[in-house]
């Protein structure tokens, strides 16, 4: 990807930014990661609704 377009940074930079969300709400809350899916399922599902 010599060139990425804005869409490609937005959707790398919102991954990353994901990530950390999961990432904190492990640590913080000990989650599993069966927990982690469920809620970005969820997540998902609210995305879905307001588009």
């Given at each position: 990807?010599?060139?990425?377009?804005?869409?490609?940074?937005?959707i790398?930079?919102?991954?990353?930014?994901?990530?950390i969300?999961?990432?904190?709400?492990?640590d913080?809350?000990?989650?599993?990661?069966?927990?982690?899916?469920?809620?970005?399922?969820?997540?998902?599902?609210?995305?879905e609704?307001?588009?």
């Open positions: 990807m010599a060139n990425p377009d804005k869409k490609t940074l937005l790398e930079q919102s991954y990353n930014e994901i990530k969300i999961c990432t904190k709400f492990q913080e809350y000990r989650a599993k990661d069966i927990e982690v899916r469920t809620f970005l399922r969820e997540l998902a599902r609210v995305w609704k307001e588009n």
